[in-house]
T-cell receptor, first 111, second 110 residues
Framework: ETGVTQTPRHLVMGMTNKKSLKCEQH?????MYWYKQSAKKPLELMFV???????ENNSVPSRFSPECPNSSHLFLHLHTLQPEDSALYLC??????????FGPGTRLTVT | EDQVTQSPEALRLQEGESSSLNCSYT??????LFWYRQDPGKGPEFLFT???AGEEKEKERLKATLTKKESFLHITAPKPEDSATYLC???????????FGQGTELSVKP
């Protein structure tokens, strides 16, 4: 594997379900990010991790819970989501906060 | 407050018809301005970083330039495979988060 990978690529879940998104970076970077991308809106930063420590939580609802066990892996745990949470969720990584490299995204649909 | 505005929102070109995309920004102190390309249903693909006014970078048919208030992405003799959404983002000199614009959707017809 190269670059930034995300699984699953597509996810459909009910509002009462619990699911997790996974991101892995193979670039030797030390910072990882979660973004939300909704139609016709700019990318919204959700969380930032530097050296496994969360350094930013951009006022994200508690139904989104991030986890970063090491510098290469990042998870986003989802529970009791709302239909408006349907979006493309993107993971990115960078080296010391410079250029960010993105994964392919997870297309999430909440029914 | 840091802000990025891209124009136009959508641009339709004929193959070979050169044009430019604009990214206007306000930031307290610029660390870097970034251009990305995003194809439908995929993650953004990094293109360029510009650090200071007057800087230019090129890649194939794309050339990015930077002034103190805006950046341009010039597309020379575009091909249909250049069709995508182009995103601009700025980062302040505190090394903080990227602020993205809403993107320009480029369509190049043969």
């Amino acid at each position: 594997e190269t670059g930034v990978t995300q699984t699953p690529r597509h996810l459909v879940m009910g509002m009462t379900n619990k699911k997790s998104l996974k991101c892995e970076q193979h670039l030797g970077h030390n910072a990882m990010y979660w973004y939300k991308q909704s139609a016709k809106k700019p990318l919204e930063l959700m969380f930032v991790y530097n050296f496994k420590e969360q350094t930013e939580n951009n006022s994200v609802p508690s139904r989104f819970s991030p986890e970063c066990p090491n510098s290469s892996h990042l998870f986003l745990h989802l529970h009791t989501l709302q239909p408006e949470d349907s979006a493309l969720y993107l993971c990115a990584s960078s080296l010391r906060g410079y250029e960010q490299y993105f994964g392919p995204g997870t297309r999430l649909t909440v029914t | 407050e840091d802000q990025v505005t891209q124009s136009p929102e959508a641009l339709r070109l004929q193959e070979g018809e050169s044009s430019s995309l604009n990214c206007s920004y306000t930031v307290s102190g610029l660390r870097g301005l970034f251009w990305y390309r995003q194809d439908p249903g995929k993650g953004p693909e990094f293109l360029f970083t510009l650090y200071s006014a007057g800087e230019e970078k090129e890649k194939e048919r794309l050339k990015a330039t930077l002034t103190k208030k805006e950046s341009f992405l010039h597309i020379t003799a575009p091909k249909p495979e250049d069709s995508a959404t182009y995103l601009c983002a700025v980062q302040d000199n505190q090394g903080g988060k990227l602020i993205f614009g809403q993107g320009t959707e480029l369509s190049v017809k043969p």
